[in-house]
């Protein structure tokens, strides 16, 4: 995929070449040109990265998939930053103006208002995103934010195919708008029409909010022809909750148990105001969902033994991996990291789980700087004999993981035997 992406930015480099006076010259046209072409390409990548497509959801995994589109994204606002300065300072000077008159004039091109629009959106939705803005932001805002983004590209659309960048090359300006074309179809097949047909086929509703530890419960659910949607343990879906204060929000969450064709559990800690309206529904609630999404499932696999990593609500995903992969006896192993007893969920469950499967099961349970929670590289080898020849599925919030991550590499885990996903936005 990512041989692909750049087999792309080639050709756009070509594309400036081709266009570019004789002799090259680095100067501020030429930077104009290949930056506003990059940004506008790289639009669409991160569009079909995002579009929940079956083939990059499984293929790739979601979570990898946030990261490249969070990667990407802050090059793009950088490549439309770089490529404003660029173009006002080449005119400026082939106009021999001020910056001021040279911004006036640039604005009067074709689609530059609603371009310059566009930008002012999108560096919103980067500024919304930083990691110090998120923290301060609850879910629902930041989703309700960052959907400004397709109206943003909507906006600057028109400016890319009238600019001096493409206009006159009737092919290219084909190609280009084929491009967006496509990038919106699967936005529109997978976001909108998909899910909307899953609602009308399974008819999914509440049936029971079931307490399982301190501020968290479980959803039980049920529907028609659920086997058809083929979900997996360790994936999640996307639900929305169609109530008058939850309906216009997608949650991302595990599913919490295997799925029968009648039922599907999920389990949710009230982490915000979005997740306590969910602790509050009733049953009957109607449901939409998404998916299912994710690679953190058994096909991963390449090694005998299994070991599973959860911290705290992180639990979710391993819990239905615990009962369902394919790890006979002392070859399964779960440690599951919680801050106190009353924060350990499915406990009972997960008891009952390794007596029959005769699986090991590990609790980290108190503060973090109790040796005896430790997830050092002595420690783990210390608590799972022959680590290098685990696969080890890894949810957990940001420290915890991090940690466990460190202490993996110490100990000679190959990467490509760790499956991650991270559950924070």
């Not at 929940?52 to 959801?57: H, M, N, S, T, Y």
């Not at 009972?348 to 005769?358: F, K, N």
Request: net charge positive; hydrophobic share 50%; with cysteine.
């Amino acid at each position: 995929m990512l041989a692909l992406v750049a087999v792309g930015a080639a050709l756009i480099g070509l594309l400036v070449w081709h266009r570019a006076p004789k002799p090259i010259a680095l100067d501020a046209p030429l930077a104009a040109h290949l930056t506003g072409l990059l940004a506008g390409y790289g639009i669409t990548v991160m569009l079909a990265l995002m579009s929940r497509a079956p083939a990059l959801e499984r293929g790739v995994g979601a979570d990898q998939l946030a990261r490249l589109h969070a990667s990407g994204g802050r090059v793009i606002v950088l490549l439309t930053a770089v490529h404003a300065v660029a173009a006002t300072v080449a005119w400026g000077r082939a106009r021999r103006v001020n910056p001021v008159m040279a911004t006036w004039e640039v604005l009067g091109f074709p689609g530059l208002l609603a371009a310059t629009a566009g930008t002012v959106l999108l560096f919103a939705v980067a500024f919304a995103s930083a990691r110090a803005a998120r923290r301060k932001l609850s879910y629902e805002r930041w989703h309700a934010l960052h959907l400004a983004t397709y109206v943003a590209v909507a906006l600057a659309f028109s400016h890319q195919l009238a600019g001096p960048d493409i206009a006159g090359y009737r092919w290219v300006q084909v190609i280009w708008s084929l491009l967006y074309t496509y990038a919106f179809g699967l936005i529109i097949r997978y976001r909108v029409l998909t899910p909307l047909h899953q609602m009308l086929r399974h008819r999914m509703r509440l049936i029971a909010v079931v307490p399982e530890a301190d501020g968290v419960v479980s959803l039980i659910l049920r529907g028609r022809h659920l086997a058809e949607m083929t979900a997996e343990p360790g994936q999640f879906l996307r639900w929305r909750f169609l109530t008058a204060g939850t309906w216009h929000s997608a949650h991302p969450f595990s599913l919490s148990a295997p799925a029968t064709d009648e039922h599907l559990r999920i389990t949710v800690k009230a982490l915000g105001e979005g997740t306590r309206r969910i602790h509050a529904l009733r049953p009957g609630t109607r449901v939409l969902a998404e998916g299912p999404y994710g690679a953190m499932t058994s096909r991963r696999r390449t090694q005998p033994h299994v070991l599973l990593v959860a911290g705290g609500i992180g639990i979710t995903p391993m819990r239905a991996l615990f009962e369902t992969i394919d790890a006979p006896g002392n070859s399964l192993t779960l440690i599951y990291r919680a801050p106190s007893p009353a924060d350990i969920v499915f406990g009972h469950e997960l008891a009952q789980i390794a007596r029959h499967r005769g699986a090991r099961l590990i609790y980290l349970v108190g503060p973090s700087s109790d040796s005896r929670n430790a997830v050092t590289a002595s420690a783990l080898t210390a608590m799972v004999p022959q680590l290098q020849r685990h696969d080890v599925y890894l949810c957990a919030g940001d420290r915890f993981a991090a940690a466990v991550r460190r202490g993996l590499a110490d100990a000679g885990l190959p990467a490509r035997q760790l499956h991650h996903e991270l559950f924070s936005f």
